[in-house]
């Protein structure tokens, strides 16, 4: 048990360096873009290259530590690990990660059309209100990159995990929470998982910024049920102790203690939906909550290399055609607006708009090489 922990814990600290690291590189781009520059797709779009850059190594990295791990916890079950796991895959259906690093800026515009006659052009010296707004506009953005790091990251971990097991003949799993990563602690519902068993089959159910792990488990051993039990626990204990004065005395009064209270917390009903990017996740079914980001009700698919291949060439085809619209406003110096994909894009000109391009320019040469398209 010591050494599952050990190594459990190692895992989630060297996983959240990774994604802490990639949320600092990502958000630095997107903080030295001017306030007209959010609304200039020439820029945003570049931008989001850059990210889209970062993010694809950040997904190998993740699935690398992904494949050290399972590698370890295998080992610990005595299966030798087998099979050839690709080292980049990518983590949504029905999108890809060029129109993921760009959701930040439609969260920004979003929160910023709400109220239209604030319009600042610079990010210092604002009036009270004024300040007080922008800063909600950026966290806004901000709480986008966290989110959309924290799913892909957990996402990347899960799929290169599990896929290693079944692999090396696991066929089912246990989740493992980890309420020291959370600042409210575990959440019910990963509670509940926590302490089922899952067939390799099924994809690991998720919902926002959740920080379950997963262990294997064989018919001769299951080394995550006891340490299971242990944070369960910690979980009920700590919620117990978390609860007011009047509540706690309330729960006393009918016979309650922080045991039982964690009884009760189990019965804690759940609802797994499918989401049309992510694939299977958890919602309270007693409160109606569905906890789906996007794209509810859109067939999902296991990502895998097919799959990445098609959203590889879909960003390379919007990186070609976006190409002649950079050169046509960096030659004419005015703006060109014009429809792809279903939605209308308007490049301005910009202080920025050399850089943005530039940063255009390398993700398509390298979607060009990684996808073995001719010279």
């Avoid at 079950?77 to 949504?92: A, C, F, K, L, M």
């Avoid at 006659?117 to 010296?125: G, Q, V």
């Avoid at 879909?314 to 429809?339: C, I, L, W």
Wanted: one cysteine or more; hydrophobic letters at 35%; proline letters at 5%.
């Amino acid at each position: 048990m010591p050494e599952l922990e050990s190594v459990l814990n190692v895992m989630e600290r060297q996983r959240q360096a990774l994604v802490d690291e990639y949320i600092q590189r990502a958000w630095t781009m997107f903080k030295s873009m001017t306030p007209a520059d959010w609304w200039n797709d020439a820029v945003t779009e570049g931008v989001g290259a850059y990210v889209t850059e970062q993010q694809m190594a950040f997904i190998r990295r993740m699935r690398r530590l992904a494949i050290s791990y399972a590698d370890i916890m295998l080992g610990l079950v005595n299966i030798s690990p087998d099979g050839q796991i690709p080292e980049y895959v990518v983590t949504r259906d029905n999108t890809d990660p060029w129109s993921v690093a760009v959701r930040p800026v439609s969260e920004y515009r979003h929160m910023a059309t709400r109220d239209p006659t604030i319009r600042p052009l610079a990010w210092d010296n604002l009036e009270d209100k004024v300040q007080t707004a922008v800063d909600e506009w950026l966290d806004a953005a901000f709480g986008k990159v966290q989110d959309t790091a924290r799913t892909d990251g957990q996402l990347a971990s899960t799929h290169a995990t599990l896929d290693r097991f079944k692999d090396s003949g696991v066929t089912m799993y246990r989740r493992v929470i980890h309420p020291e990563l959370s600042r409210s602690g575990t959440c019910g519902l990963c509670v509940v998982a926590s302490d089922r068993l899952y067939s390799i089959a099924s994809l690991l159910p998720l919902h926002s910024n959740c920080h379950c792990g997963v262990i294997p488990v064989t018919e001769s051993s299951d080394p995550g049920s006891g340490l299971t039990q242990s944070d369960l626990n910690r979980v009920y204990k700590a919620a117990w102790n978390a609860l007011s004065d009047k509540r706690r005395k309330e729960l006393e009064a009918q016979g309650f203690t922080y045991t039982t209270y964690g009884r009760d917390l189990m019965n804690v009903r759940v609802n797994y939906t499918v989401n049309g990017e992510i694939g299977p996740v958890m919602a309270r079914a007693d409160t109606g909550e569905r906890n789906v980001p996007s794209r509810q009700g859109v067939e999902w698919h296991t990502p895998d290399r097919e799959m990445t291949e098609r959203q590889l060439q879909r960003m390379y085809d919007r990186a070609v055609a976006f190409d002649a619209h950079y050169r046509k406003v960096y030659e004419t110096g005015q703006p060109d607006s014009f429809r792809y994909g279903g939605r209308t894009y308007t490049f301005r000109p910009s202080n920025h708009l050399e850089q943005a391009w530039a940063y255009h320019s390398r993700l398509m040469m390298s979607l060009r090489t990684t996808l073995g398209l001719a010279a």
